[in-house]
Structure formats: structure tokens, C-alpha cells
């Protein structure tokens, strides 16, 4: 079974620029352990139909309909609902200064201008979609990007390992900020770990498929 990733912070502290305690422990406890037991019981019953099948007992080659069609695609769903709220989760609490992120930083400012021309772009591309907005290090290209993505299985691109992620579901805002949308993304600025996204880049950077 697999277990929920403990918040690296106390909300209580570690949340200090507009997201209350209340949201992200609702957000973190129930949303986000939701989709991890459900990957679980995803991949139970996929385990349990890959036998049938295997040993010729049941048959899911259907695309417009089956119970394998409609288990692999919730697998996806469920999956990145999990990898992409610990990325989210893991960089909040911080306090935002770009220097805990020289290397990271360099990068950023050599393709969009500076830190804060990036941050900016990032924002309207936050304002821009439905469920995520992000910064990856693209393995194909060699370099950063930014990608939108309207649910957590669509709008991925295969290739690209996730170094800033921004839950932009309603569900990560509305408690405090109602339909503030903009002022939800200026504070999570506010709450960002520079130097975990750092570490993250200085992981994926390297890598050239």
C-alpha cells in the first residue's frame, strides 16, 4: 500500500502569506490522500483483471468501453493526482527568495530575461489553465519549459520531469481566496522554496534523452 507524504512544514508555520491552516490540511489530508488511496485500488483491481485475462478468463480489448479502458485511464489520472501534489506540497513553506536558487535562476533568467520576467509568464500561464501550470526540464530538448495542463492526465508532455508545480484547481484556493485567482498565484510566490526547486533541477538538468 502506498502512504501519503507527510508536509516537510507545520501549515500553522509554515504558511504565512494567505493559504490557512484549514485549506491545506483539507487539501493535503483528504484531497490529496484521496487520490493516493485510489491509485492503491486502482491498481488492485488491475492486478486482479490482468489474471483474469493472462489466463483467458476475461477480455478488456475494447476502446470504446471496458472495465481495463476505464481502469488504465483513472491509473493515470490517479497517479499524477499524487506525483504532482507532492511536487506542489513539497516546495510550499518557504519564503520565497529567488537566491536560494542561483543555479535554477541562471537558467531562468538566460531564456526569459530574469527571475521576475519568469515568474510573471508562469502566472499567466496559471491564469491561462484549468488545473496546473509548470516548469519542467524538458529531457528531449535539453532546456526549461512551461506547460499548462487542464487535468493531471492531459496536457503532460512524455519526457519532461517537473521542478515548479502550481495547483491551480479551485479546490487549492477558493476557502481563502474565493474566485481570486491572481492573488492565490502572487502569494504562492510569497510561500515558494527556491532551494527545493533547485535541488530539483540540479537532479533533472543532467539528464539529455
Known sequence: MSETN???YQPADGIKNGVSEKAMLIHHDKLYA???AKKDEICDKL????????KGEASGGNATYSELRSLKDAETFATNGVYLHEWYFDALGGDGVTDKAPELSKTVSAKWGSVEN????LSECAMATRGWS????????GELKI????????????GCLPII?????EHAYFMDYGSDRKKYIEDFWKNFSWGVAEE???????MKL
Open 147 to 158: 506547460y499548462n495542463a487542464d487535468a493531471h492526465n492531459q496536457g503532460g508532455v512524455w
Open 165 to 169: 508545480v502550481l495547483d491551480i484547481y
Open 200 to 206: 530539483l533541477y540540479k537532479k533533472v538538468s543532467q
Open 34 to 36: 484521496g487520490y493516493v
Open 47 to 54: 492486478a486482479q483483471l490482468r489474471e483474469k485475462i493472462i
Open 118 to 121: 519568469f515568474m510573471k509568464y
Open 6 to 8: 507527510p508536509l516537510p
Open 134 to 141: 509548470l516548469l519542467a526540464w524538458d529531457t528531449k530538448e
